[in-house]
Structures are given as structure tokens and as C-alpha cells.
């Protein structure tokens, strides 16, 4: 079950930072921009607490599309792990497409009904059960990469597309024909602060600072409007983002030709387009902006379709200042908005 109390939630957080032993089994941390689950002892680099999700058992993670760490091995060192049972994960882990049957475990010593057993009486579902979600949250990850169903089905171990197919719905809620549905969410460095980068299979839907006030309000409508579920990964639109915005911090971009696939009313659209369509270092305010789309008397809705942009720097929102010439709000702050300008008309007469 998800912990949603305050306190609870905060208490796990201390805990995870903490590297707390005593919390072992208590409860399981899931991170949203990796795409991993964790055990309260874990070495790893410690997660921002808005990128975290509690969960009390195991089951719900794995079902959610979460992997298990590699550096704490959450199924395999979870408390009073049996020898055998130990091995039997660390079977799956190392070939996880592969389906261990009871045989083999035989074969090597390892009893299945202890590990069955054990399975049961920890996590509430069988070691079959854990095996099956294990290859499912592969198979969403290369679904998501743009491979195959058949191909993904028979490299997962199924004699069928069908058996495949209903295991995945049944598991994850769609079919894999609609995987590229799925919103994929990543994490990278800038030298204004971290962003996330948000994907559907058509473009890039969300650029913002992971600082952003009101973003986990923008996830949810993304999830809305796209009737689709947001998972840690990435796909070919992520990476040109990332790789583009790179090169306009380096100096050396001043347009943008990766994908994009922002929803939004047809008034919205026109606004962001007439954004993009700005020179570079340009700036503007919201009335000029008006008259550009042909709607003088909408000032208003200018405004606020500028701050229901999704997608900063590539609509570059930043570039409207006060009819004054004066800063006016930004969603990322106005010290990096600031920045932005300055950049920009610094690098005015250099990149592509």
C-alpha cells in the first residue's frame, strides 16, 4: 500500500537518508525518476523527497513498473531471506527474461515450495508472480524503445503474442499495442539546475525546471490529456531534447528542431507558435504578442496561455517582459529568466 500521511512519508524519508536498519522491511522507497525501488539501507545517491513514493510491501512497486535497485538488491535482502530462497532471486535477477521452473530450482538444491512458501507469507504473491512482473517491466521499457510486441513477447519468454498480451494488460491496465501511449519522464543536468524532460512517442510535452512550483500539476494533467501513465525512461525525442538544450547552454543552438506534442486549446497553439517564431535574444510583451496572432483584444488570454506553457526554453516563454521593459513572472524564477535573456543576447551573433 502507498503511504500518503505526512508524517509517515517524512518519517520514511529520514529513514532512507538516515540508511536507517530498523526501518528494513518497514517499508520500500520508489523513485519516480529512475524507475527503481529501494530498501531503507541503500548506498545509492539519495533521491529528492518530491521524487519519492512509499510503498509498505513490495508488491505495488514491482506492479507499478518500479525495477529493483542494484545496489540493494531489495528482493534478495529483504529481512530473514532463507539461503535458498536468496539464490533464487539472484537466478532471476541475473537472467531476468529467462523462466526458472521448479525443476531447475531442483536441480541446483533449491527447494520451490520453500521458496513458494517463503514468496507467499513476505509479499503476498507467488515467485512465479514475481517472475511474470519482473519481464513485464522489461517488456514496457523496450515497448517504450520502440521494439516490437512480437518481438518483445518471444525474447520474454511467451510461445505467444496473445499470452503475452493478456499477461501485459492484466499487469499494467493496457495492451502493449498502446505502450507508445506511455509517457516517458527524465532527469538531466543543466547549468541552471536540474530539468525533467517528458515524452510521448510524437514529441516532447514537458521541459521544466524539477524546481518548478505547481509541477506535479502538470504531470497530472499531461496524464489526463494524454490518457497515459508517466514512467521513468527515455526515448529518441528525450535524448535530441536533452542534446539540443546542451548545445543553447553551450552557445552554440539559437533554434530548436526536436519534436514537440504540447496539448492545448487552437488560441493556445497559436500563442507558443508565435513564441518559437520570436529571433533569438528577441523580447516582447504580451500586447505585441497579441497583435502578432491577430488578436489585439486578447491580452488576457495571451497571458495566460503563456503561463500554461509546459515546454520552457524551446517555447521560450522567458522572452516576455513588461511593456516597461521590466522582469515580469517566470515559472523557473526570475534570477534564471534573467540569465536567460543575458545569454541570449550574448550569443545573439554565434551557433547554428
Not at 82 to 99: C, D, G, I, S
Not at 145 to 155: N, Y
Not at 251 to 275: M, Y
Not at 327 to 346: I, M, N
Request: charged letters at 25%; one cysteine or more; glycine letters at 8%.
Amino acid at each position: 500500500m502507498k503511504l500518503t500521511d505526512p508524517a509517515d512519508i517524512q518519517r520514511c524519508y529520514q529513514a532512507l537518508v538516515d540508511r536507517s536498519p530498523e526501518h528494513v522491511g518497514a517499508f520500500y522507497a520508489a523513485v519516480r525518476t529512475t524507475g527503481i525501488f529501494c530498501l531503507p539501507t541503500c548506498r545509492a545517491r539519495k533521491p529528492k523527497a518530491e521524487n519519492v513514493d512509499f510503498y509498505s510491501d513490495i508488491k505495488e512497486p514491482l506492479a507499478l513498473g518500479f525495477r529493483p535497485c542494484k545496489v540493494c538488491r531489495p528482493t534478495e535482502n529483504a529481512p530473514d531471506v532463507p539461503p535458498q530462497v536468496a539464490r533464487a532471486v539472484a537466478l532471476v535477477r541475473e537472467q531476468p527474461k529467462r523462466r526458472i521452473q521448479d525443476g531447475e530450482l531442483r536441480e541446483l538444491g533449491i527447494s520451490p515450495e520453500l521458496v513458494r512458501r517463503w514468496f507467499q507469507k513476505h509479499h503476498g504473491f507467488s515467485f512465479q508472480a514475481y517472475q511474470r512482473m519482473l519481464r513485464i517491466n522489461l517488456a514496457m521499457a523496450e515497448l517504450k524503445e520502440g521494439r516490437s510486441a512480437t518481438d518483445v513477447a518471444l525474447d520474454s519468454g511467451y510461445e505467444s503474442l496473445s499470452g503475452f498480451a493478456y499477461t501485459y494488460k492484466k499487469m499494467t491496465g493496457a495492451a502493449p499495442s498502446q505502450a507508445a501511449q506511455q509517457l516517458v519522464l527524465h532527469r538531466f543536468p543543466t547549468p541552471l539546475g536540474p530539468m525533467f524532460v517528458c515524452a510521448s512517442g510524437n514529441g516532447v510535452c514537458l521541459l521544466e525546471f524539477t524546481d518548478r512550483r505547481m509541477l506535479e500539476t502538470e504531470f497530472r494533467d499531461l496524464q489526463r490529456s494524454f490518457r497515459a501513465r508517466i514512467l521513468a525512461g527515455e526515448n529518441a525525442h528525450t535524448r535530441q531534447a536533452v542534446s539540443e538544450i546542451q548545445e543553447y547552454f553551450a552557445g552554440t543552438r539559437r533554434e530548436f528542431s526536436v519534436a514537440l506534442d504540447a496539448p492545448g486549446s487552437a488560441f493556445q497553439r497559436s500563442v507558443w507558435d508565435a513564441l518559437r517564431a520570436m529571433r533569438f535574444g528577441e523580447v516582447t510583451h504580451y500586447a505585441d504578442l497579441a497583435q502578432r496572432i491577430g488578436a489585439p483584444g486578447s491580452v488576457r488570454a495571451v497571458a495566460g496561455a503563456n503561463g500554461a506553457n509546459r515546454i520552457a526554453i524551446i517555447i521560450p516563454c522567458h522572452r516576455i517582459i513588461g511593456k516597461d521593459g521590466s522582469l515580469t513572472g517566470y515559472g523557473g524564477g526570475l534570477a534564471r529568466k534573467e540569465w536567460l535573456l543575458a545569454h541570449e543576447r550574448q550569443n545573439r551573433q554565434t551557433g547554428v
